[in-house]
């Protein structure tokens, strides 16, 4: 089962996911990206902090990115890349 990691991205600060998650397939981690970012976004809220922009980076065991969620004032519009490095939005 491969194991993928989520990275959250703010600005210049990336907090890394040493720990990571397996799941069965790709669609389980676009769904626990989205998941998180949804998370992210409701606890500003709570605590009445303006709505902050980041990316949630879906990394493989191989340490290749191959999913991006924004969040904050950008709306959940994952991106998958591709062995060739473009973004194909889902």
């Known amino acids: 089962m491969p194991r993928y990691h989520f990275h959250v991205r ?3 600060v990336t907090i890394l996911d ?3 998650v397996e ?15 949804l ?3 409701a606890h500003e809220k709570l605590l009445g902090l303006p709505p902050s922009r980041g990316t949630i980076l879906v990394y ?3 340490e ?3 999913l991006e ?10 991106l998958v890349r591709n062995r060739f490095r ?3 939005a889902l």
């Open 69 to 78: 969620v924004p969040f904050g004032d950008r709306r959940h519009q994952p």
């Open 60 to 62: 493989d065991e191989f």
């Open 10 to 12: 703010r600005d210049l």
């Open 64 to 66: 290749t990115t191959i």
């Open 23 to 37: 799941l069965d397939e790709l669609v389980e981690a676009i769904k626990e990206a989205a998941r998180r970012a």
């Open 39 to 41: 998370e992210i976004e």
């Open 86 to 88: 473009v973004g194909v």
């Open 18 to 20: 040493q720990q990571g």
